[in-house]
C-alpha cells in the first residue's frame, strides 16, 4: 500500500512538471520572445499619434464592427498584388506603435484601409459613404450607418451642423443629412490613416 501511493506521486510530480515545462515554452515563444523583439521598436518619424478626436473615432470603428471587413496590413509585394491595388506597402512593426488594440483585421470583404486616408482624403466622400455606401460603389455590400446621421429639415439646420452633399440621386427633397460626432470623429480617424511615408526595411 505505502508503495503503491508514493508510486502515484511519483506521477503527479511527473504530470505537474511536465505542464510547467510546457507552459514555460509557450510563454517564452508567445510572451517573452515578441516583447525582446518589439520593445525597443520606434515611431517612424513620419507617424504622428492620433489626436483625441482621432482616438474617440477609432472607438467608432472598433464599436460599428469595420473590422469584420477591413484589414490594416497590406501584404507584400511577393505574396500578393496589394500595392498595385493601391493599398500601400507592407508595413512594419513602428507603424502599429499607436494603436491598441491593433485593428489589423483578417477579413477583406472590402478593401484594406491602412492607407485610406492618402487614398481618399475627401471628407464629403468619407461621409456620404458612410450614410450610404451605394451612392458612391453601386452594388456595394458594405452596410450603411444611418444612425450615425440626422436627417433634418432644411429650415432646421443650425450653425456648425455638418450638412453632407450627396449624389444628386440620393439627396432627399427639402431635407439634408446631418454628421453627429460620431460620424465625425470615426471619418476624422479614416482620414488619419495614411502610412505612405518611408520607413526602414531589412532588405
Ligand atoms: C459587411 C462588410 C463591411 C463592413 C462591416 C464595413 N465595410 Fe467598408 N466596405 C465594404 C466593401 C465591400 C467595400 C467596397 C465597396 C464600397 O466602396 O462601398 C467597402 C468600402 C469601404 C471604404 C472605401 C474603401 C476604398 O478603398 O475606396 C471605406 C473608407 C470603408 N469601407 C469604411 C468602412 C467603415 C469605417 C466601416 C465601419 C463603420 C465599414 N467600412 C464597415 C464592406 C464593409
Same mark, same amino acid.
Given at each position: ?5 508514493? =508510486? +502515484? ?25 515578441? =516583447? ?12 504622428? %499619434? ?5 482616438l474617440?473615432g477609432r472607438g467608432?470603428y ?5 473590422? =469584420? ?17 493601391? +493599398? ?12 491598441? %488594440? ?5 477579413? $477583406?470583404?472590402?478593401?484594406?484601409? /491602412?492607407?485610406?486616408?492618402? $487614398?481618399?482624403?475627401?471628407?464629403? +466622400?468619407?461621409?456620404?459613404?458612410? =450614410? ?34 450627396? %449624389?444628386?440621386? /440620393? ?18 480617424y ?7 511615408? %518611408? ?5
Open positions: 500500500m505505502s508503495k503503491n501511493s508514493s =508510486y +502515484w506521486q511519483m506521477d503527479e510530480i511527473r504530470i505537474v512538471a511536465g505542464a510547467m515545462v510546457i507552459l514555460g515554452f509557450a510563454t517564452g515563444l508567445l510572451v517573452l520572445a515578441p =516583447y525582446l523583439l518589439l520593445k525597443d521598436v520606434e515611431p517612424p518619424k513620419g507617424l504622428k %499619434p492620433y489626436t483625441a478626436e482621432q474617440l467608432q472598433i464599436a460599428n464592427g469595420c473590422i =469584420y471587413c477591413h484589414s490594416q496590413q497590406p501584404r507584400d509585394a511577393s505574396l500578393a498584388p496589394d500595392a498595385k491595388r493601391g +493599398w500601400g506597402r507592407a508595413p512594419v512593426a513602428g507603424d502599429y506603435v499607436y494603436d491598441s %488594440p491593433h485593428l489589423m483585421g483578417t477579413m $477583406r470583404t472590402g478593401p484594406d484601409l /491602412f492607407n485610406i486616408g492618402a $487614398r481618399q482624403p475627401s471628407k464629403d +466622400w468619407q461621409l456620404g459613404h458612410l =450614410y450610404q455606401p451605394r451612392a458612391y460603389t453601386p452594388g456595394s455590400i458594405m452596410p450603411s450607418y444611418p444612425y450615425l446621421f440626422e436627417v433634418k429639415k432644411a429650415s432646421e439646420v443650425k450653425e456648425g451642423d455638418e450638412v453632407i452633399n450627396l %449624389p444628386p440621386a /440620393f439627396a432627399k427633397k427639402d431635407e439634408v443629412v446631418v454628421a453627429k460626432p460620431e460620424a465625425l470623429q470615426l471619418v476624422n479614416l482620414l488619419s490613416l495614411d502610412h505612405t511615408y %518611408p520607413v526602414k526595411t531589412l532588405e
